[in-house]
């Protein structure tokens, strides 16, 4: 139903000449540019490796090699410099750029602002009423705060984070008042401080106040313009380490070391308050409160500092001279040096660059038309997949690793042949072909293994021998690996791809007559350890691309299913019943998979790990109870939902924890869909209150539905496994009547809308759950009890055996 409806969804895009809606269905809406890039890189990059002669004539020139030919210049051009070269000119004009720091003054007299504004706030406190203690009438010690002195101090703590009650404050909160205070105007010079070397008592005069708050603007006002930066100076390489500081439209340079960093702001400062004041706590508690007012006012420009280091290495010039027209480059015979070798290179970028230039239009078509070549060939996978496995243009996360696994295997075949200059028939099909059946499945191999065969034929200009070498062992490899179960598996892989290469290899050599000694002594060797070794590497990649992509395969999932795993164990050990559970419904999983056609390894294990979270509670499920104790009968329904709910949550992070595959992740919070909690919210509505309001949401399963045939088994297949359990003396029509009542309820509540099961399916699992649930609850046959027989001369009953 689902493929039909698709089907007619594009036909009516085709009608309507609707190029954004056709890739919308073929697609899907989520990802959509993402999707269409991956395709378009498919295209493009191999595309991009096709061989040019003309652009690589000198390719085959190596540093240490003989020139076979005398090279003049056929024209004069710049030599240029290496890659190595003009990364390290690059990166040292990069270091020699100082970082630019912008200096924001609004930022030191907001800073200023904030300290005066607490000197402010300090001398009302100082000067508000302060509090007390009294008796009351009977006789109890009280205390009293003023409200003028509460509401300053709580807007001290507020505003600035200052606790002015604690001990350490006191003297600077409390009033002294002193005949000195008359004549503190005329006392204004160094020599007359007063807290130069005052011991300071339970309290400062006003004067002292006073000088005190200037010091404090005077030291943090030359710290400002000093200049603090918001960096730390040890990441810079020395003290005369340079810096540019911008302040609007004016910039300087400055010295790292004529600057202070926060750090050392705060350093300077408590030295500063050491030449200040004798009195210790004095020194400490100023130098609190300045450190909570001493901020970077030089702030970090890193995108100019940043856009600067590019324009210095854009600066780098690529070239270093010229060679001029009709000049020699290398005689014949003559051993290639580097200075040569590099000469060499730069006429062939220079040709390639004149060709680009002057050839306009000519010089694109052959890049259309190779790119009209690759599509024609993806274009026979592309549409298969489009047809058969829709599911891969609709996850991005499937079309990313078909599409990476085909270039990966287009860049081996550059890298061999047009890198390393290997024969053709060690390029690793096998890799590819291997990964794809594996990953995907046999169709998908077999498919991929065409397309990259004939892909790769193209590309060695028509060289349909290798097309024929590549598409055999390819599909050798596919079919070898289709029914793999075990990694021991592999061995006789191998030795299967190893016998196809020597039989397809032997077919074509003998056909154009090729030497016994070239065949045996040289093409065999190198296809069979190609074959080898691309197989192998295959398989110990395969883990890499599980992660990466986070998909299943056959490996994960049979290690998955092994009772030994550490859940299992915990599931067996902590909720038995939960355990004995799982595997029910797993096995009914099973053969629902089996009947429908869906990936029957893929739901027994998914069925094994759906209720992994009753490990954390399992006393609170029916199935781990023992001796008829219900703890939910104590409990509010709504508290028991939650906990019902609570197994989702703890197996998703179990399912986390232990790394569990995605596909398999899905399925706890799937299998129970949308469903409600039945039992509790009927209890919650029989218990509730005249004027009280029950949610339905609130004894719902969050979701999602099940997206895949897999989940809507397991759904089924736990429904059915639970309901089984409360029947009283179950017989076959009973079983059925249940098995069905539960698909129907399923089916009637929407559950199953997401995913792909049909009416016939739904049909077929019931057939295939019912012999097992039988299996399970099968009524024993009562035999008649025997007459007693005389053994021994002692009488003896045989009753019924089972």
Same mark, same amino acid.
């Given at each position: 139903m689902p493929d039909l409806l698709n089907r007619n969804r594009i036909a009516r895009a085709i009608l309507i000449k609707s190029p954004a809606l056709f890739m919308r269905v073929v697609f899907g809406k989520k990802h959509l540019i993402a999707k269409i890039g991956i395709i378009l890189a498919l295209i493009i990059g191999p595309v991009l490796m096709f061989p040019d002669s003309d652009f690589t004539r000198y390719s085959e020139y190596k540093i240490g090699s003989i020139s076979p030919d005398e090279v003049r210049a056929p024209f004069t051009f710049p030599v240029y410099k290496t890659p190595d070269q003009l990364t390290t000119e690059r990166r040292d004009a990069q270091s020699l750029v100082a970082p630019v720091f912008d200096r924001n003054s609004a930022l030191a007299k907001s800073q200023l602002a904030n300290l005066d504004e607490f000197i402010n706030y300090l001398d009302l406190l100082r000067n508000a009423p302060k509090p007390f203690e009294y008796k009351d009438n009977d006789g109890q010690t009280q205390n009293y705060i003023p409200p003028a002195f509460d509401s300053v101090k709580s807007a001290i703590i =507020?505003?600035?984070?200052? !606790?002015?009650?604690?001990?350490r404050w006191a003297f600077l909160v409390n009033k002294e008042n002193a005949t000195i205070d008359n004549n503190y105007g005329q006392m204004r010079s160094d020599t007359l401080r007063l807290l130069k070397r005052a011991?300071?008592? =339970?309290?400062?005069?006003? !004067?002292?106040f006073l000088e005190l708050s200037r010091d404090w603007m005077r030291i943090l006002t030359d710290l400002f313009a000093l200049g603090i930066i918001d960096e730390d100076k040890n990441n810079f390489k020395s003290p005369i380490s340079p810096i540019n500081v911008r302040e609007g439209l004016k910039e300087s340079t400055e010295f790292i070391k004529n600057v202070n960093d926060v750090d050392e702001a705060r350093y300077h400062t408590q030295d500063l308050l050491k030449t200040y004041y004798s009195d210790t706590k004095l020194i400490n508690l100023s130098y609190e409160v300045l450190s909570r007012f001493i901020i970077p006012n030089i702030l970090a420009n890193r995108e100019e500092t940043e856009a600067r280091k590019r324009e210095a290495s854009a600066n780098v010039p690529q070239t270093y001279g010229f060679v001029l027209s009709g000049d020699i480059i290398v005689n014949k015979n003559e051993t290639i040096s580097s200075k040569t070798h590099q000469q060499l290179q730069s006429l062939e970028a220079t040709w390639a660059q004149r060709r680009e230039a002057e050839g306009g239009v000519k010089w694109l078509l052959p890049f259309i038309g190779r790119s009209f070549l690759v599509f024609s060939l993806m274009f026979f996978l592309l549409g298969y997949i489009y047809i058969y496995r829709p599911d891969i243009f609709s996850s991005i996360r499937k079309l990313s690793l078909l599409v990476s696994l085909i270039l990966l295997e287009i860049t081996f075949y550059y890298v061999f042949i047009h890198v390393l200059k290997f024969p053709a028939f060690v390029i690793p099909i096998v890799f590819s072909?291997?990964?794809?059946?594996?990953?995907f499945d046999v169709r998908i191999g077999l498919i991929g293994t065409i397309s990259i065969s004939f892909l790769i034929g193209a590309m060695q200009g028509n060289e349909y021998t290798t097309t024929i070498v590549l598409l055999f062992v390819g599909s050798v490899a596919c079919i070898t690996v289709v029914n793999f179960s075990r990694r021991s598996h592999i061995f006789s892989s191998v030795l299967w791809v190893s016998g196809a290469y020597i039989f397809i290899i032997a077919t074509t050599s003998?056909?154009?007559?090729?030497?016994?000694?070239?065949?045996f002594l040289h093409q065999l060797p190198y296809a069979i350890v190609s074959g080898m070794s691309s197989m192998l590497v295959a398989f110990g990649c395969l883990v890499l691309f599980e992660q990466v992509f986070d998909v299943s395969t056959t490996f994960t999932l049979l290690e998955l299913s092994d009772s030994n795993h550490p859940l299992q164990q915990q599931l067996a050990l902590k909720a038995p019943g939960t355990y004995h559970h799982s595997v029910i419904v797993a096995n009914l999983s099973h053969a629902g998979a089996e009947a429908t056609g869906a990936n029957s390894l893929l739901a027994r294990v998914g069925a094994l790990y759906h209720d992994i979270g009753k490990i954390e509670m399992p006393e609170y499920f029916i199935e781990n109870q023992i001796g008829g104790v219900n703890k939910h009968d104590r409990l509010d329904p709504h508290m028991s939902a939650k906990i019902l709910l609570s197994h989702i949550h703890s197996g998703l992070e179990l399912a986390e924890k232990y790394r569990l595959p995605k596909i398999i992740r899905s399925y706890i919070p799937e299998h129970h869909g949308n469903l409600l909690m039945t039992f509790f919210y009927h209890r919650a509505m029989e218990n509730k209150k005249p004027d009280a309001v029950i949610s339905e949401a609130s004894f719902r399963y969050p979701g999602p539905r099940p997206k895949t045939k897999e989940s809507g088994i397991i759904m089924l297949a736990d429904g059915v496994e639970a309901a089984t359990h409360a029947i009283k003396e179950p017989n076959a029509e009973k079983i059925r009547n249940v098995v069905n009542e539960i698909i129907e309820r399923r089916l009637k509540s929407g559950e199953l809308d997401e995913c792909e099961l049909t009416i016939g399916d739904l049909k077929r699992i019931t057939e295939a759950f019912i012999p097992i649930i039988l299996g399970i609850y099968h009524v024993r046959v009562e035999y008649?009890?025997?007459?007693?027989?005389?053994?021994?001369?002692k009488n003896i009953t045989v009753g019924a055996m089972s």
């Open positions: =507020r505003k600035f984070g200052f !606790s002015v009650m604690e001990e011991t300071i008592g =339970r309290s400062l005069t006003r !004067s002292q072909s291997v990964l794809l059946t594996t990953l003998f056909v154009k007559y090729t030497e016994f000694t070239e065949i008649p009890k025997a007459d007693p027989l005389p053994i021994d001369g």
